[in-house]
């Protein structure tokens, strides 16, 4: 996915989260299209339940 807006960062950064259920993430060369996640021991849901769950937003990033 190539957001036109987006500047690049670092990989693991969460770029954008949309309302659609979308969570854009920093790759190495790109932006990954986060649909859906699901944590350790837990269900499947929309990626952005899980950002709004976790307090998730913009610029933050995952641990890898």
Known sequence: ???PQ???QKPA???KI???SVMHVQAGSGIVELI???PDGRRAMKASEFALGQ???AGDSFDL
């Open 1 to 3: 996915c190539r957001d």
């Open 36 to 38: 859906e996640v699901q």
């Open 18 to 20: 949309a309302r659609d």
């Open 55 to 57: 307090r998730i937003k």
């Open 13 to 15: 950064t969460i770029v």
């Open 6 to 8: 987006a500047v690049a």
